[in-house]
């Protein structure tokens, strides 16, 4: 009993019922105001936004905290990864094998988005009546894709980049080595120590996030779009447990192993909607279980700017719910250039805040076939479905980390089964 108490996933497990709860029963509380206007301050590169009711400032504090850490562990790993590979050949070929594998992952999250949606037909017979009554000027404005916007909002990748630069240069001076890298090892080794501190207070966040979303929504909205949102999260559990699964078992990994070992990172992002906020603690989690130091430094943040695997099922799914809420048919070829659109727009999500639904107006004033008022409909549920997108994606870039270490033979598995084992007898042990 003790040790079911001094666990931190118990606690989150709590908090994102007793958010429920609260957001359902008592929304008045969960949305009281505390503050005029949310706070937006930035510190350490990091933009922070700290909401104007109870449960938006619980949630965002924590998501702000915990993105204090994410600039300094992507730039300190990467950087100590690459001058422990001590080969920059290899580093072309880690960053390049990475890219390939997520084109080539959200290419078939794609296609499967679109076929469970044309053979479901969530859009079937769904009422319009709400596009009439909803003020979507916000998302109707002229949207199109911005290279430079997107790097300039997405500040890891920026982080990524600039860690990049600085492994290489430590790498051809490597007089310089042995005065940095011991200062950069001590930086990290209390970088992490204080982030596990900060993780204390997941379930804070997580009872923030989800009084939120139902108190500003409340489970009677979901009724009318259950049927979208049931092949949503559908759509994503065949995707992790068909492609993810084939992807892990290619190296003789289960995908429930692998689930069940990074069970409390989940909770966090099911209760935060945020994949952000178990993004540092998900890159100790890999080289826990024997990926290698230096694969997880360069995929890990490379895959939260470019393998979006949730993000890209949904934002293929709503397009063809709208097309068939409106009754527009979709030519082979306007569902070819919807797919190549997507796979560009797609890209322009990481790292903002509600970006999938700015994403989806982009593609939709792009394509000019779909009306853009069909927005209307999803601002209610779009909240719920963020869950799902932010663990699909969150898994998605666990599973491309833990396949290209093994495809570079740089992953351990005996490390892998001391970690699963323990994790196992830690759950026995609860029961």
């Not at 008592?26 to 510190?43: E, S």
């Not at 319009?128 to 909803?134: C, E, L, Q, R, Y």
Request: one cysteine or more; aromatic letters at 12%.
């Amino acid at each position: 009993m003790k040790k079911i108490v001094t666990n931190l996933t118990f606690w989150v497990l709590i908090s994102i019922t007793a958010g429920i709860l609260v957001g359902h029963f008592f929304p008045r509380v969960a949305l009281q105001p505390i503050l005029a206007h949310p706070i937006k301050t930035w510190f350490l590169g990091q933009e922070m936004l700290i909401g104007s009711s109870l449960s938006e400032f619980l949630s965002g504090v924590f998501i702000s905290l915990v993105k204090l850490f994410i600039g300094p562990i992507i730039f300190l790993t990467i950087t100590l990864g690459i001058v422990s590979m001590g080969n920059l050949k290899k580093v072309g070929r880690v960053g390049a094998k990475s890219l390939l594998y997520f084109e080539v992952v959200s290419t078939f999250a794609l296609l499967i988005g679109i076929a469970v949606a044309v053979v479901i037909q969530p859009g079937h017979g769904v009422d319009t009546t709400a596009v009439k009554t909803t003020d979507i000027s916000k998302f109707t404005q002229s949207h199109h894709f911005d290279w430079w916007k997107f790097f300039k909002e997405n500040v890891t990748l920026q982080v990524l980049i600039a860690a990049l630069f600085s492994g290489i240069f430590l790498s051809y001076y490597k007089e310089r080595q042995w005065k940095i890298i011991p200062i950069m090892q001590w930086i990290s080794k209390y970088v992490f120590r204080a982030l596990r501190i900060v993780m204390l207070l997941a379930p804070i966040g997580a009872f923030g996030g989800m009084a939120y979303t139902i108190g500003k929504y409340g489970i009677d909205t979901l009724l009318p779009l259950a049927k979208l949102m049931g092949t949503v999260y559908t759509t994503m559990i065949i995707f992790i447990f068909g492609v993810l699964w084939l992807i892990l078992r290619s190296y003789q990994i289960s995908i429930l192993q692998f689930l069940r070992y990074i069970r409390q990172e989940l909770l966090v992002v099911l209760g935060t909607s945020s994949s952000e906020a178990a993004l540092p603690s998900l890159m100790q989690k890999l080289e826990g279980m024997g990926c290698s130091k230096s694969v997880v430094g360069l995929v890990v943040p490379a895959g939260y700017s470019f393998n979006l695997d949730g993000t890209t099922i949904y934002l293929s799914m709503c397009m063809i719910f709208l097309a068939q809420v409106f009754h527009v048919h979709l030519s082979l070829g306007q569902v070819i250039s919807i797919i190549g659109i997507l796979m560009l727009t797609s890209k322009g999500a990481a790292g903002v805040t509600g970006s999938g639904f700015v994403v989806l107006a982009t593609t939709l004033t792009t394509i000019k076939v779909i009306p853009v008022e069909g927005l209307a409909m999803l601002i209610g549920v779009d909240r719920f479905m963020s869950e799902a997108r932010a663990i699909t994606n969150f898994i998605g870039n666990g599973v491309a980390t833990v396949w290209i270490s093994n495809n570079e033979k740089e992953f351990d598995r005996e490390k892998m089964d001391e970690a699963f084992n323990k994790q196992k007898s830690s759950i026995d042990n609860k029961q």
